[in-house]
Every structure is written in C-alpha cells, then in structure tokens.
C-alpha cells in the first residue's frame, strides 16, 4: 500500500538516520580502529593484529581477561543467591497484590538510583576507619581495626553483587510472578511434597528468567570500572580499567579498541548463548 | 481459630528475603545518615547532628557548576530520547521490514552492553570526524545510551494498546493527526513521561560514557568520581543524599507511570 | 427501496496466502438489517473493514451511494462502526466519546450538546454522562458504543459481533432492542456475527459466508427452509444429514434407500441417475415419532430404528435414534400437555417416525 510505505518512511527514517550514525559507524570504526598502529602521538591507519596479538601474548592482559569473567561470574553467584530468595517470597509468598507491588518497586528503587554512589557508599562501609569496623570496634568484638574488608576482590564482588542486583531480581521477579498457582497445587494435589514440587515445577518455570538475571548481571559486571578503582585495590584492574588507561593516559587507542572488541564479543557470546537456551528450553505460559 | 503450625520453610525464605531487602538498603540508609553526622570521618559511634555538610555542599562553586551541566545534559538528553525513541517505538510495533529484527538488536544493544562500548566506540567517532568533545558530545552518548529505554517501555505500551481504539476515531471521522493527538497521545503518555523521568536520572547519573565524551566541562558524577578517588567526605555524603532523595521519588513516580495499568488492552 | 451499497468482487489475501475473501459480491438497500454470517475466519469481518475502510482490496470495487469508495480512507466515508469490544476511549468521558465525531468535525458546541442529549435519551444512559467507560457495565458499554456510532447520522452502521461480550439473557433483550431502533431510525444496518440465533432474530436478509466465499444470501426463512448446501443447514439451526443412494427416478417424485429405509423425495433438482450417492437433509423438529394419536399417512416416509439417548431441555425433548445409518437421527419433540417427559420411552425402545417428503432437502455429494 502506497500510503502506508510514506507514513513508514517518514516514521523510520530519523531513527535509522540516529542510529546509523551514533551506534553502527562508531562500532565499524571502533573496529576497524583495532587493526590499527600506534604512532606516538596517535595512530596510522593500518590492517594488522598486533594489538589483537599483544592482548593474548602478554600474560599481564591475559590475568585481567580471567579476572573480568571471573569476577563477573561471582558476581552474578552472589546477586543470584542474594535476588532468588526476595523475588521468591514476594511473587509467591506475598499475598496482597498492593503490599506485593509496593515491596516490588522498592526493591527495583535502588536500580535506577546514582550507580557511583551506591559503590562509594561501600567504600564508607568497609574502609579500615568506616563504619564496618568502628562498629565491630565499639561493640568490642574487635580490639583495632581491620583491613582486609576493603581493596580487595571480596570488596569489589559485594560491591557489584549489591550494584547489579535488581538486574537479577527483575527478570526472576518476573518469571516466578506469572506462573499460575494451580501449576504448583496440581503438583501438590498429585502427591508431590512441597520440596518437589518447587523443583520439578516452579524452578523449571522461573528459569528463562534466571537466565536472563544472569546474562544482565554478568555483562554489566563485566565492564565496570567503577568498583575496581573505588574498592578494588591494587590488583582489582578489569577489562574496562585497561580501555580507561589506554584511551587516557596510556594514549593506545588502536590497544583500546581491540580490547573493547573483545569486551563485546564476550557480553554478545553470552547473550547469543543465553538467547540459544531461552529458546530451546522456552516454556510459554501463554 | 487454629494456629497454623511452625513453618520452617516459609521462614527460612521470608528470612532471606528480608536480608537481601535490608542488603538493598542498608548502604542507602549509611549515607543517608552520615551526611547529618557531624565528624568528618564515616565512623560509629555517631557524633551528633549537623547540616555543615549540606551547607558546604551547596557553598561549593566546582560542585554547582557541575550540577548544572548535569541538569543541561539530563534535559537534552530526554530530549533525544523521545525525539528518536518515539518513532523507533512506532516503527518496530506497526510496520513489518526486512530487517527488523537486526535493527531492534541494535537498538537495544546499548542498554544491554557496558556503557564503555558505548563511550569508546562514539569517542572513536568524534575524534576520527575531528568533533571536539564538549558537553554536547556527551549529550550524543547519553542519548545513545538511553534511548533504548523510552523505546522498550513505549514498545511494551503499544503492545497492550488497542488499536482498535484508533481506528474508532478514524471511523468517526478523524485524520490520522487528529487520531494520533486525541486518542493515541493520552494513552501513551504515562509511558512517556515515566520513561522520560527514568532517563532524566540515569543521565544525571552516568559515568562510563561521560568519562570518554567529557570535554573540560565537568558533569556532577564526574565531579564527584574525581573526589571520591582520592578519599572520603561527609560532604559528598550530603550532596548524595540529595541525589539519591531525589532519584528516588523520581523513580518511584516513573515506574507507577510506565506500569500505569489504568487502560489495558481488553 | 433504493440501493445504497454495491460490493464489487472483492479479492483479499493476506500475507501468509491467507485468503480473506474471494469474489465477494452484494447490494443492499437502504433501511435493511443485512447480516454476514459464518463462522471465524470466514472472511466476514474483513468484508465489513473493507466497508468501512480499514481494510483495502486486493481487487473489487466499494460503491456507496453511487460512489465509488473504494480506496477513500475511513475518515472520508459517511459509514460508521460499532466496534467489537466497543473500543471506548478509556481517557474520555462518555459525553465526550459520544460527542467525539461531531467535535472533531468542528460543528458548534450549542448542536453538539443538543445531538449528544439526544443520543444518550434514546440509549437511555442520561445517568451516566459524566461517568469513564471503565465504571460502565458491559451493556451499559454496548449502549454507548451504539451512541458514539449513530450521532453522526451515518448512511450504514456496521455492527461487528456487537454482541459477543453480553451474556445470554443481556443478549436476547439486546437483539430485540437494536432491532427497534433500526426500525425506527430507517437506518441501515450490516452486522456481522458467528451466532446463527441472533442473525436469524434480527435481520431482513442474511449472508452465509465461508472460507472468503458467499455461500447463500437471503431471508432467514429462505436459509432455513431451503438451505443451499448442507453445510448451511448444519451452520442454521440443527440439522440431519443421511447419506444415501438414489432408487429410482421419476418425473416427479423419486425414491432413495439410507440404511434399512426408503425416503420419497420431492425436493428432487439435484437428482441425475439412478444410484448416485446423495445426501438428505431434514429439521429434528419436522421428524414426527408415531404413537397411537399419530398414524402415518401414505405419502409419508416411515422410519424404524432403536432410542439409544434422550436429553431433556425443560420444554422440548431431543431423542437420538439408530436408523441404520452412519449417522444416528436427531428428533426434537415439543413437550405439551399430552406429551410429558414421564411418558417418554426409555432408552433400548423401538421407534417408529415419519419425515415427510417436503422436509427433506436433497444435495448431490460432492
């Protein structure tokens, strides 16, 4: 239809205009832009893999690739335990739909709020003069303070698991939300003990949502730089500490990018697996 | 009336969930409580009250000056947000086109990717086409960043929405402007404005994309990330709890609008 | 009468190959309840957008008036519909969904307050103008719906499935009631429905619809009586359907054997030779079952066969006999006085019935 295709036209064409421009091209020269050289004070357009080579040669970039998903990954253990039980309680314990609404948005509140206050906040509680320790001092459980909370990778994972945490408990909220009650009593009602039939019935059910926490979770924590530096310590550097060093101070742009194409080959591997598992395993409640 | 007997499990869960729920607030309510304490050092036991912080805070040139750039780049930035997301939302509920699928990954990407990629890679951008970095710059990337965010809401919302109630008012004699402005306006504009608020604050937030797209014009969380790396003051405590009061009732009322239920698709 | 609608060949598909409608052509008077008729995806709803403009034919022509309207935009045509779910606008009042027509329009206030007065005395909702949709019953809903749709005095309202969201006893009051104001407003009216009840209540002429394809089209007594296939008089009302096998042909009469009995058939046009597989129609309640009151005369065609189900539905009896055939026959016999349900056999009895011939449709297999 004719007229159709100009109201699609005039509809469309900002939108691809924007994105085309702000998000396609600067990921093509992005790109391109790793296969580059580094010419002090710049670089030279070139097609080599040298920095592709450097980030897997030398074993300083390569304790960093490991620690970023190892991190990531503990991150996404902990909000997890942390998110389960609280989306758990409030979607099927939580009888009053209001009560339940109300709990719901305040638990999603500190998502939105000030990300870099959230992790600094953390700093004040952990710190070896903060309000961890001068309370285990004025308590008497401990005589000096301690300095083993913070900078460390125990720090950074509380302190993320606390940042990316309504990731997780969003989608999981979710899920466990909309399964019918009559699914869970028909278990119960064919002899099924209540154990049972939370794990054969509603942990099935809840898992695209699962899966979709921990594919959030795991690729937000995967670049912050926030946390490292804040509450980290000295060997706490992630993939996006080294990019903010080389497109700062270490001025490597062509190093930057290609480190910043690995980072998103990695969150798009994990999402195109997770997309790969919500499909197969989908169950579709209607 | 019977008592119902000790349940172990029902506890065990309600338990858990208020230590997550306390988790969630506890680091809130710290900072919350030390902007009123009246050392400077974040330590108990509590030394007395005091407004000294606040006082300081909002005596503070650097930090005003940056307040106010945040609160430029916030306004501009919902500003793109709507002005691009909004014909996005429509083209992805009401058109079919080869390639739809591919655009809408796209789109999305950015909320689902670290904001760095973003930064980086529109750094990359400007500085190939020789565009100095300004605070417009950074206005481009939160736009980037956000705009994902007025599409998904409003997308969700025009799924719910019944078509057929424009096409009544074309039945009854409207142009499609005149459809769009009486019926399809008021339906949507809750999800518009909630998303609008959502990312007026997440803009008045953002580091990762900023930190590359900033050029010597400091926004507030840049001016706060620059004092916070070399040590702590009560006096960010202060403007924090301001920034966090704030978000909060900001966000609270976003979210009632994006999830405004009032007409539902029947 | 004067025409006032011409459909055209119409020719829809839709992405998918499926097929909407396919060379749909009809006229319609002016001041006529038409009713389309069939079940879901049977091309009636499309036929009814194409009227008003929602939808665009592949091929086929719209004339309204004497106009041809067949790519105008909705709002340019002088038809209005009442929409399926109503599609009241949650975000206004009932006054102003009402008056929302004639306001976008830019007619004067003073006439706008005056029709839409008007409107709601004759849905008799006068209580509730200030009130939103959502605090509305669903009849109330439907009474509104109808307003909005008639304040602009269109030249057809379309109707689809305006009743399918009341229940039952709303429904009939409702068919009885829009059916007067049709009357009374001479207004003309295209509905359309899958509920065969309802069309056959209130229209002057109905359209039987299949498959994209117009099956029948004509008054409920004519679809009823004379159904053109099988399928339309299995969609209207109950139906038997027997398969059997021509005996004999005559001038006048023929003869067909379906299990163990014979059938004179005087319905006999679509009858060729001898041994052609056919199948008969006949109505439940045009069956009589024989008892000492009831003898059959000659010319009837007297049928035996074993009750094998009764249902009881307060004033009539259903009776499900096994006559021999792959089908077992249905018979419904009002209950009177004379006839109650105590004296009625028990399942196992043998019963005797007759069909008369002029009950009974005859169709060639296809």
Known sequence: MRKNRIAFLSVISGPVLWWSLVLLVPYLIMFTLSFYTRKFPSHIPDLHFGNYAILLADPQYVVVFIRTIKVAFFVSITSFLLSFPLAYFLARKVRSKRIQLMLYVATIIPLWVSYLLRAYTWKTILGSEGVLNSFLIWTGIIKAPVSFFLYNQVAMIITMSYIFMPFMMMPIYASLEKIPDNLINASKDLGASRLTSFLRITLPLSMPGILAGFTFTFCMASGDFISPVLVGGPYSNMIANVVTSQFGLAMNWPLGSAISVILLAIVIIVISISDRFENTGRVNLG | MHKKPFDFWNNAVALAAFCAFVFLYLPIVTLILFSFNSNNVTKLPLTGWTLDWYAKALTNSDLLTALWNSIIVAIATVFICLVIGVPTAFALDRFQFPGKNLFRRLVLLPITLPGIITGVSILSFFSMVNIPLSLWTVIVGHGTAFTAIVVTSLFARLQRFDRRLEEASADAGAQPWQTFLYITLPNIRTALIGSGLICFTLSFDEIPVTFFLTGRDNTLPMYIWSVVRRGITPEINAIGTIIIITSIVIIFFSILMINDDSNPKK | ?366
């Open chain 3, 1 to 366: 009468m004067k025409e006032i609608l011409e459909v055209r060949n119409l020719n829809k598909v839709f992405a998918g190959d499926i097929t909407a409608a396919e060379d749909v052509s009809f006229s319609i008077q002016e001041g006529e309840f038409v009713t389309l008729l069939g079940p879901s995806g049977c091309g009636k709803t499309t036929t009814l957008r194409m009227i008003s403009g929602f939808e665009y034919p592949d091929s086929g022509q719209v004339i309204l008036d004497n106009r041809d309207v067949t790519n105008l935009a909705p709002y340019k045509r002088p038809v209005n519909m009442m929409f399926q779910d109503f599609a009241l606008w949650p975000h206004m009042t009932v006054t102003r969904n009402i008056a929302y027509g004639l306001t976008i329009s830019r007619i004067d206030k003073d006439t706008i307050q005056s029709e839409v007065s008007k409107a709601l005395d004759l849905v008799d909702l006068k209580a509730k103008a200030n009130s939103f949709p959502q605090d509305l019953s669903i009849g109330q809903k439907q009474r509104i719906a109808l307003a909005r749709a008639i304040i602009k005095k269109p030249r057809i309202l379309l109707l689809d499935e305006p009743m399918s969201a009341l229940d039952a006893k709303l429904r009939e009051s409702m068919q009885t009631e829009l059916r007067e104001l049709q009357k009374s407003l001479g207004m003309t009216f295209i509905m359309v429905t899958h509920d065969q009840t309802e069309a056959m209540r209130m229209s002057d002429r109905i359209i039987v619809m299949r498959d994209g394809q117009i099956i029948q089209a004509g008054s409920p007594t004519d679809l009823y009586e004379s159904p053109a296939t099988p399928y339309v008089a299995e969609f209207l009302g109950q139906a038997n359907v027997i398969d059997a096998v021509v005996e004999n042909v005559g001038p006048r009469h023929c003869t067909a054997i379906a299990g163990k009995s014979v059938f004179t058939l005087q319905d006999i046009d679509a009858i060729k030779t001898q041994g052609q597989p056919i199948k008969l129609c006949v109505r439940p309640e045009k069956i009589i079952i024989l008892n000492t009151d009831h003898a059959p005369k000659d010319d009837e065609n007297l049928v035996e066969g074993t009750l094998i189900n009764t249902s009881y539905s307060g004033n009539s009896m259903r009776y499900e006999v096994d006559i021999g055939c792959k089908e077992s026959l249905i018979i419904d016999q009002q209950l009177t006085a004379a006839i109650s349900a105590i004296t009625v056999p028990l399942d196992g009895a043998a019963i005797s019935c007759c069909i008369p011939p002029q009950a009974i449709s005859v169709f060639a297999n296809t």
